[in-house]
C-alpha cells in the first residue's frame, strides 16, 4: 500500500523540516560550547548561498552522481513515508549514498578519493543493522510495508530493544556526527579537508546538505517506527534522541574508522541477533 | 537576495606569519567573540570559501600557494589581508626571502593592518569584506565578471 | 520436443565441424552462425514452451545409454593418460574409483532401472536454456577476437584454436545435456563432460601453473563426481528410478540421501567453500574461458542440480547445511574479494560468493527461495559475462589484470568502461538485476526456520559485496585524463558482444516483472503449491527507480555547458591536468591513489582457511543429517 500523498508531502516539507532541525542543532552546539551560535535559519542561508555561487566542477560527472545522489535520497525517503516496502527503502538509500561516493571518486582529488573510500568503510559499518533492523520490524510485525509496521497497535521499542540500541549506535555515522564523522567533517581539515565533499562546490554541495536534511528527517522517521503506536510519546522519544545524538556529537572525539567499524558490526551483531533469535524462536513478548 | 552576507565561509591561509595572527584569526572561532554568530565557518577548502583570509607576507614558498588557493574558490570572492605583514610585509619586508604583501600576487579587498591583528579588527574587517562580497555577487548577477578591472 | 535434441545435437555438430576445419577465416563465421542458431534455438524453446509447464520426453534409452557408458570410460581412460603424462596419481585414483562405481551402477543395477522418460523440459530448464544459449553463444563469438589477440600477444603459447573452440561447444552441448536430463544416469554423464571440458580448457596454455590449475579443478570436480555416483548406486540398490521428476516429486524420505549426495557434487562444481580453490586456479585460462565457467555454464551446473533438489532439501538438517554451506561461502568469498586486487580474482570470489547465496536459497528450500534462487542465477550468469568479457578485452589494451591499473577507465575507453559499470551496478545496486534477486532472498531467509543465521550472514556480506564493487567502480571513474584512449583497438566483435550482454543487463532488469510471471511463478506453483511474488506497487517502484537511473545520465548534457573547469584540490600545490604536482624542492611528482584493500581484517589466507574449517564441519553435519532424519535407516 503507498499513499502519494505522504510522499508529496515529504519531498515539500522535508528540507523544511531538515534545515530547522539542522538550525537547532547548530544553534544547541553552540550553546553547549558556550556560544551564542548561529540563527536558526542558518542553513538556510547557506544552501541559499551555495545556489548563487559559481558552478566550478572539477570533472562533469561529479554533478550528475550528485543529482542522482539528491534524487534518490529523497526517493527513498519519499517511498518510506508513503508506506513502501522497508528493504527496497533500504536498497534505495544504499543505491543514493554509492552515487555519493562515486561523484566523490569522479572528482579525482586525494581528499574527496580518501572521504569515498571512508564512506564505503561506513556504509560497509551500518548497512547490516539497517537490514536487520528491517528484518526486525518484519518479525515483529510480520510486514515489511512501513504502513503496516506504523500501523502496529502495541509498542515496538519493547520487542525490539536490541535492534533499538543498535540503530542507535550507527544513527551517529548516518547523521555524520563525531566520533563516527569519519567520512565528511567540520572538523578533520587537517586529515582530509572536506573528505566525501571536498570537490563539491556551489550548488552542488548545495544538493548535498538538502540531501543530508532529507535523510535526517528519514532517519527520525525510521526511529518513529518504534514508537508509532503512540505519537505523543514518538515525539518526545526523537526529541530526546536527537538532543542525545547532539550531546555525543559535542561530547566525543573522532574515533579511527578501524574501531568506528569494529565496533559497529561487534555492536550489530551482539545486539540484533540477540533480538532476533528472542523474536523468531520466544515469539518476543 | 542576501544570503550572501549571512553565510560567509572561510578559508585561511598562513603566508609565512609568526603566528601571532593566526591565534587571534583562531581566537574569532572562541566563545569570547564567537563568529559563528555571523553565519561565518572556517572551511579549510578553498572550493567551499567564499572569503580568503591571508596572515603573513608573501615568500617565495607561499607565492604559488597562495595563487592556487585562490584559483580555486569559487566567484564571487574576496581577499583579506590580516596583520601588517600581510598587507605590506611589515618589518620583514626588505627580508632577501620576502616579496611583501599579499597584494603582490593576488587582489586583495580588505587590509587589515596590525601586529597582530586584533580579534574586533578581524571581525570588522570580514564584516567589510562582505559589503565588498555583495558587490560583487550582484555584478556577477548582472553578467559583469565579479572582479571589476580585471 | 524436437527441439530439446536440436539444442543437445547442433553445438555438438557445430563442434565436430569446427574439429574439421583448418585455421581459416570460415571457421570463424561457422561459430558465428552456430552461436545465432543455438540462441535463436533457445529464443524458440521459451517461444514454444514457456506456457506447458513441465514435460517430460520418453527417448529411447538403451542404445543411447550404452555410447554412453562407452564414452564415459574413455573419459576415464583419457584423465588416466593425461595423469600418467604429467606424473599425477590423484586424479588417477579418483577417475579409478569413479569409473569402477559407475561399470558396477551400470553393470549391476542400470538393466533393472528403466527409465520411462530421459529428457524433460520445464521453466527452469527453460531459463538455464536461455542462459547457456544466448550468453554461452555470446561469449564463444567474443572469444573470435579475443583469441586472435591472445595468440598476438602470447606467441609462446601453442595455437590450439581448433580443438579450442571444439571443447567450447561441447561443453554448451554437455550443458544443455545437464538441463534436459530426466535420467540422472544420463545427467551424470554431460556432469562429467563438463568436468573434462573445463579440465582441457584451463589448461589451454600448456604452462606449468595452467596444468597444476586445471589438475586441481579436475580432482575437486571428480570428488564430486563420486558424489554424484554414489547417489546413482543408492538408487540402484534401493529405489529403482532414477528419474528425477519422480524422485523430487517423492520428497524428503525417498530422495533426501541422493539429494545430499548429488548437493555434495554440486558444491564442488559450484566452487563452494572448501573446494573453492578450483575456480580460482581457473583463472590462468584465456578470459572467455573464465567468462563461460563463471556465467553459464560449470559453476550453474552445480547450482542448478542442488536447485532442482531444493524440495526435497526443504525443511531438513540436511538441506540446512547444504545452505549454511552456501550462506558462509557468501560471507567469506565476499570478504576475501575485498583483499584482491585482480580484477579477474574478484570476479571469482564475487562469483562464488554469489553462488554461495544462490546454494543457501536452495539448502532452505521453501518456495519463497526457490524463487530467489532462479531470479539470483539468471541475473548473476548475465552481469558477470559481461565483467569477465570486459575485464578481458581491457587486459588485452592495458596488459593488466590488476583494478589501480584500471584508473580513469572510462575516459580511455568510455564505452568498455560504462558497459563494466553497468556489469558491476547489475551486480550490487537496486534497481539492477542482482539487487532484485537479492531482496527475494532476504524475504525467503526471514520466512524460513533459522532464518536468522542466514540473515545476519547475508546482511553482512551484502555489506561487504557493496565495498568492493563501489570501490573499483570508483578506480574505473577516478583520474581521468591519464594515459590516451585506446578503444579503437578493442575489436568490433568483441565491443559488439558487450553491448549485447550490456543491453541484456538493463533488459532483463526491465523485463523481470514478466520473467518472473511467466517463468519464475508458474514453476514454483508447479512444485510446491503456491508462489511468492512481488506486489504490484513494489514491481511500479522498482521500474520507477530504473527508470529514474536511465533518465538521470541524461543530465550530464546540462552538466557539460557553461562550466568552470579547475584542477581537484592538492592542499594548494599547483596541479597539472594529469596530476602531477609540485612536490618539495620544486620536483614534479604524480599523485598515486589506490583503494583501500583491508587486508588486516579480511586477509586471504586466514579468512580462507576459517572458512574452510567451518565448511568442513558443516559437510560432514549434513551428511550427519540423513542419519538424524532417518534417510538411511
Given at each position: ?285 | ?150 | ?334 570478504a576475501i574479494a575485498v583483499t584482491q586486487s585482480n580484477a579477474k580474482r574478484v570476479l571469482a570470489y564475487s562469483t562464488v560468493a554469489n553462488l554461495g547465496l544462490v546454494v543457501a536459497c536452495a539448502g532452505i528450500g521453501t518456495y519463497e527461495a526457490v ?119 578493442v575489436p568490433r566483435e568483441e565491443l559488439a558482444v558487450l553491448g549485447l550482454v550490456a543491453f541484456l543487463v538493463i533488459a532483463a532488469s526491465l523485463l523481470f516483472p514478466w520473467i518472473s510471471k511467466f517463468l519464475l511463478e508458474p514453476h514454483v506453483l ?108
Amino acid at each position: 500500500m503507498i499513499n502519494v500523498l505522504f510522499a508529496v508531502a515529504f519531498l515539500v516539507l522535508a528540507p523544511i523540516l531538515g534545515g530547522l532541525i539542522a538550525g537547532i542543532d547548530r544553534k544547541l552546539t553552540a550553546r553547549m560550547q558556550g556560544r551564542v551560535g548561529p540563527p536558526v535559519l542558518q542553513p538556510f542561508y547557506d544552501v541559499g548561498k551555495l545556489l548563487e555561487k559559481e558552478h566550478v566542477i572539477v570533472s562533469v560527472s561529479q554533478n550528475f552522481f550528485v543529482l542522482a545522489y539528491l534524487v534518490f535520497i529523497a526517493f527513498s525517503g519519499a517511498l518510506f513515508f508513503a508506506g513502501g516496502d522497508l528493504l527496497l527503502v533500504v536498497f534505495a538509500l544504499t543505491l543514493a549514498h554509492v552515487l555519493l561516493v562515486l561523484g566523490a571518486y569522479s572528482a579525482t582529488s586525494p581528499y574527496s578519493f580518501i572521504g569515498a573510500e571512508r564512506e564505503l568503510v561506513q556504509l560497509m559499518a551500518y548497512e547490516p543493522m539497517v537490514i536487520l533492523a528491517a528484518a526486525g520490524f518484519y518479525l515483529a510485525t510480520g510486514s515489511f510495508s512501513v504502513m503496516e509496521i506504523a500501523a502496529f497497535p502495541r509498542p515496538l521499542i519493547a520487542v525490539l530493544p536490541g535492534i533499538f540500541i543498535g540503530l542507535f549506535y550507527v544513527l551517529t555515522m548516518k547523521l555524520r556526527k563525531s566520533p563516527f564523522d569519519i567520512a565528511t567533517s567540520h572538523h578533520a581539515h587537517q586529515e582530509i579537508v572536506k573528505g566525501v565533499t571536498t570537490e563539491f562546490s556551489g550548488s552542488t554541495l548545495g544538493m548535498v546538505e538538502v540531501a543530508h536534511w532529507y535523510e535526517t528527517v528519514f532517519l527520525l522517521g525510521l526511529f518513529w517506527l518504534f514508537f508509532a503506536w503512540s505519537p505523543v510519546i514518538a515525539v518526545i522519544a526523537l526529541a530526546i534522541l536527537y538532543l542525545a545524538e547532539i550531546f555525543i556529537d559535542n561530547a566525543t572525539a573522532r574515533v579511527r574508522w578501524g574501531f568506528a567499524l569494529r565496533s559497529i558490526w561487534a555492536v550489530t551483531l551482539v545486539l540484533s541477533a540477540a533480538n532476533l533469535v528472542w523474536l523468531q524462536y520466544f515469539g518476543g513478548l | 537576495m542576501a544570503y550572501m552576507k549571512r553565510s560567509p565561509w572561510i578559508i585561511h591561509y598562513d603566508g609565512s606569519s609568526c603566528n601571532g595572527c593566526d591565534i587571534e584569526v583562531l581566537a574569532c572561532l572562541t566563545p569570547l567573540y564567537d563568529v559563528e554568530r555571523f553565519g561565518i565557518i572556517n572551511t579549510g577548502n578553498p572550493k567551499h570559501a567564499d572569503i580568503l583570509v591571508v596572515t603573513g607576507s608573501v615568500n617565495e614558498q607561499s607565492r604559488q600557494v597562495i595563487r592556487n588557493i585562490y584559483d580555486q574558490m569559487p566567484e564571487p570572492k574576496v581577499v583579506v589581508a590580516f596583520g601588517i605583514c600581510a598587507c605590506s610585509g611589515g618589518v620583514f619586508r626588505e627580508c632577501y626571502n620576502v616579496d611583501g604583501g599579499i597584494d603582490q600576487v593576488i587582489p586583495v579587498d580588505v587590509y587589515v593592518p596590525g601586529c597582530p591583528v586584533r580579534p574586533e579588527q578581524i571581525i570588522d574587517g570580514v564584516v567589510r569584506a562582505l559589503g565588498v562580497l555583495e558587490e560583487k555577487r550582484a555584478r556577477m548577477k548582472s553578467g559583469e565578471p565579479a572582479e571589476a578591472g580585471v | 520436443m524436437d527441439i530439446l535434441l536440436f539444442l543437445l545435437l547442433a553445438p555438438l555438430i557445430a563442434a565436430v565441424l569446427l574439429l574439421a576445419l583448418p585455421d581459416h577465416p570460415i571457421r570463424d563465421w561457422v561459430v558465428r552462425v552456430a552461436a545465432v542458431v543455438i540462441g535463436g534455438a533457445s529464443c524458440y524453446l521459451l517461444a514454444t514452451a514457456f506456457d506447458k509447464g513441465s514435460q517430460v520426453v520418453a527417448f529411447p534409452t538403451e542404445p543411447v545409454g550404452q555410447v554412453m557408458t562407452v564414452l564415459a570410460v574413455v573419459i576415464a581412460l583419457y584423465i588416466i593418460a593425461m595423469g600418467a603424462k604429467y606424473r599425477k596419481p590423484v586424479p588417477i585414483v579418483l577417475a579409478l574409483v569413479q569409473a569402477g562405481l559407475l561399470l558396477w551402477f551400470e553393470l549391476v543395477y542400470a538393466p533393472g532401472m528403466h527409465a520411462e522418460h530421459n529428457l524433460f523440459v520445464d521453466e527452469f530448464s527453460i531459463v538455464m536454456a536461455l542462459i547457456i544459449g544466448i550468453i554461452g553463444s555470446a561469449i564463444c563469438v567474443y572469444a573470435i577476437p579475443y583469441m586472435r589477440t591472445y595468440h598476438g600477444q602470447h606467441p609462446e603459447i601453442p595455437d590450439h584454436r581448433r580443438a579450442f573452440f571444439f571443447v567450447l561447444f561441447v561443453f554448451l552441448s554437455a550443458m544443455f545435456g545437464i538441463v534436459f536430463s530426466n535420467n540422472l544416469a544420463w545427467l551424470f554423464f554431460f556432469w562429467e563432460v563438463t568436468t573434462l571440458c573445463s579440465f582441457v580448457l584451463i589448461g589451454y596454455s600448456g604452462t606449468t601453473e595452467a596444468i597444476d590449475n586445471s589438475f586441481l579443478a579436475l580432482v575437486l570436480n571428480l570428488v564430486g563426481g563420486i558424489g554424484f555416483v554414489g547417489a546413482l548406486l543408492w538408487l540402484g540398490m534401493t529405489q529403482g528410478t532414477i528419474e528425477l521428476d519422480r524422485l523430487v516429486g517423492a520428497g524428503a524420505a525417498v530422495a533426501l540421501v541422493p539429494a545430499t549426495l548429488i548437493s555434495f557434487a554440486g558444491l564442488t562444481k559450484s566452487a563452494q567453500l572448501p573446494f573453492s580453490s578450483w575456480l580460482l586456479g581457473a583463472m590462468v585460462a584465456p578470459t572467455p574461458v573464465s567468462a563461460l565457467l563463471h556465467s553459464s555454464t560449470m559453476v550453474k551446473a552445480g547450482v542448478y542440480a542442488i536447485v532442482k533438489f531444493a524440495p526435497v532439501l526443504s525443511g531438513t538438517p540436511s538441506g540446512f547445511f547444504v545452505g549454511l554451506v552456501g550462506g558462509v561461502t557468501f560471507l567469506a568469498a565476499s570478504a576475501i574479494a575485498v583483499t584482491q586486487s585482480n580484477a579477474k580474482r574478484v570476479l571469482a570470489y564475487s562469483t562464488v560468493a554469489n553462488l554461495g547465496l544462490v546454494v543457501a536459497c536452495a539448502g532452505i528450500g521453501t518456495y519463497e527461495a526457490v524463487w530467489a534462487a532462479i531470479l539470483l542465477i539468471i541475473f548473476h550468469a548475465i552481469a558477470k559475462s559481461l565483467l569477465f568479457m570486459g575485464v578481458g578485452s581491457v587486459e588485452h589494451q592495458v596488459h593488466s589484470r590488476d583494478i589501480e591499473d584500471m584508473a580513469g577507465l572510462v575516459t580511455r575507453m568510455p564505452r568498455v568502461g560504462v558497459m563494466m559499470l553497468i556489469g558491476m551496478a547489475g551486480m550490487y545496486l537496486a534497481p539492477l538485476g542482482m539487487l532484485i534477486s537479492k531482496w527475494a532472498t532476504l524475504r525467503a531467509f526471514i520466512d524460513a526456520p533459522g532464518g536468522v543465521v542466514f540473515l545476519l550472514l547475508i546482511a553482512f556480506g551484502s555489506a561487504i559485496t557493496v565495498f568492493f564493487w563501489a570501490k573499483w567502480m570508483g578506480i574505473l571513474i577516478a583520474r581521468p585524463n591519464r594515459g590516451e584512449p585506446i578503444e579503437d583497438r578493442v575489436p568490433r566483435e568483441e565491443l559488439a558482444v558487450l553491448g549485447l550482454v550490456a543491453f541484456l543487463v538493463i533488459a532483463a532488469s526491465l523485463l523481470f516483472p514478466w520473467i518472473s510471471k511467466f517463468l519464475l511463478e508458474p514453476h514454483v506453483l508447479s512444485i510446491y503449491g503456491h508462489t511468492a511474488e512481488l506486489g504490484q506497487d513494489n514491481i511500479i517502484i522498482m521500474l520507477l527507480m530504473l527508470g529514474a537511473v536511465l533518465v538521470l545520465p541524461l543530465s550530464l548534457l546540462y552538466f557539460r555547458s557553461g562550466r568552470h573547469r579547475l584542477a581537484p584540490y592538492m592542499g594548494g600545490r599547483p596541479t597539472t591536468a594529469d596530476m602531477h604536482f609540485s612536490g618539495s624542492l620544486g620536483i614534479q611528482r604524480e599523485m598515486g591513489l589506490h583503494n583501500y584493500y583491508l587486508e588486516d581484517w579480511f586477509g586471504e589466507p586466514r579468512t580462507f582457511r576459517a572458512g574452510v574449517v567451518v565448511t568442513v564441519v558443516l559437510i560432514v553435519l549434513m551428511f550427519a543429517g540423513l542419519f538424524v532424519a532417518g534417510g538411511l535407516a
